[in-house]
């Protein structure tokens, strides 16, 4: 299997974080990646808080519902997107940070449950921009099962809504992976 598939289907969501710092290079390799992510009409109309400060990571924690395990992780990525715009251009730069990190051997998480204008308040958004999501990155302190996926006959349909289409799935095999 391609390396980029491989990320994909190896990428978890990470809840336990080790005590260990993610170097400047790495992130901004990650950085990168988000940076060249495709938008709509290549309006680039979002922005990402990067919070490395642990002071500030734990803050960041408490007004995402208490979830406190974000703040071992070394940085904390927070996406923003300019005022009147959609969230999805945001989602897919955001896949992109998280796969480039995935692929750097870092862990992430999704994080959608946040007191919006706490976290506005804690990172200094202006009200008016909307967050898309916050992302935890770091050395994964284990490493999570894959969790089931629905049969791709529940998810996909063939040309019309409702006519289920299926195939056998690709299974992520270790060889690829270790390259063994």
Request: net charge negative; glycine share 8%.
């Amino acid at each position: 299997m391609n390396e980029t598939l491989t990320t994909m289907w190896k990428r978890r969501s990470v809840r336990r974080y080790q005590e260990a710092n993610l170097p400047d290079e790495d992130l901004w390799l990650i950085l990168e990646a988000a940076r060249r992510a495709p938008t709509g009409a290549n309006r680039q109309n979002w922005r990402i808080v990067v919070v490395r400060d642990a002071d500030l990571r734990r803050r960041t924690a408490e007004a995402c519902n208490g979830q406190m395990w974000m703040a071992q992780a070394s940085v904390i990525l927070c996406m923003v997107v300019l005022p009147g715009e959609g969230k999805v251009n945001g989602a897919i730069v955001l896949d992109h940070a998280v796969l480039a990190a995935t692929s750097l051997g870092y862990g992430t998480c999704w994080i959608g449950a946040y007191d919006a204008s706490k976290v506005k308040s804690v990172l200094g958004i202006p009200v008016d921009h909307d967050i898309v999501n916050l992302v935890p990155v770091g050395l994964p302190a284990d490493e999570p099962k894959a969790r089931g996926r629905k049969s791709p006959s529940e998810l996909f349909f063939r040309e019309q809504f409702g006519v289920s289409l299926d195939y056998e799935p690709v299974e992520l095999v270790e060889d690829a992976v270790t390259g063994e």
